[in-house]
């Protein structure tokens, strides 16, 4: 095992987490009141937490205050991420078109000002069967598509721009309750900082995996060396028999640095509980450097040098 130093009782690994690069953008949903700017932005990030089957990675970055929206309405803003920007166009036009128009009240906006441009409302405003108009702004178009409870507005653009996908934290406890008290905590601390998601259920994913199978038609498979049912029956087991549950938490962020920053924030969250509250070591999942150029060291991160 590599070295490792302690916080609080919780080791914490030499490793690092290994990410890659994606396209990103960020959407803008406004509604008449935050609970339907909520529906509209659970909606459209749903079925989301990996490029894996989903075809992208999704999910609510904050929530916006009327003086923080181009409408001044409440509003919720979400971050988008795939691995081209073609597929990315793809899943905006269908989300927004499936989840944002469909919901009552609701209007959309870009929510980065530079990058490449790519349809927002552009291609949505033919659901108006030619009763759509639009209107420049300050040199952007806005289309108005009537609906059944008044109008859809829609910025005829957003902007995609480079992100970066896949840093990730392990969480090892002593057991289930513990790992999930830790992992909301690492979570929460996250959701603090702007320009990130974690796209899992609750930001949390238990399936963490592993490159290959021994079934051919799977590219990926469980992460045996971290399931605490398989100590002692796996070659190269991470755990010991006091570990019992292993938690994971991935990050998407439009830069490195938000990557980074996260990470740190979750880290120290969970040392902050430390050994005393079940937290026993912190890792990270990585392919030897071959899977992406963004390598995030958990103790570079703690400003440890190496």
Known sequence: MAAALERNGTVVDDTFAEAFPMKATRIVITAHNLTWARHAAAAATGF?????????????????????TPDGRPGIAILIFSMSGKELAKQIERRIGQCVLTCPTTAVYAGLAEGEAV???????????????????????YWRVPVM?????????????????????????????????????????????????????????RSGSKVGSKYPALGASTNDAFCPSLVGLVA?????????CVMEIVIDGLTEADVGAAMRAGIEAGTAIGRAGGLLRISAGNYGGKLGPFHFHLHKLMGVAS
Do not use: Y
């Open 48 to 68: 989301a937490t990996s490029v894996i089957a989903c075809g992208c990675e999704a999910g609510v970055e904050r929530e916006l205050p009327p003086d923080q």
């Open 119 to 141: 349809a927002l409302g552009k291609n949505l405003r033919f659901f108006g069967d030619g009763w759509q108009t639009s209107k420049v702004i300050a040199g952007v178009r």
């Open 236 to 244: 190269k087991s991470e755990l010991t028999a006091e570990t019992r």
């Open 149 to 205: 409870d008044g109008e859809f507005v829609a910025q005829e653009t957003t902007a995609v721009v480079k992100g970066v996908g896949g840093g990730n934290l392990l969480l090892l406890a002593r057991d289930t309750d513990s790992a999930l008290a830790v992992s909301e905590a690492a979570v929460a601390a996250m959701k603090h900082l702007p320009n990130v998601i974690m796209p899992f259920p609750g930001g949390v994913v």
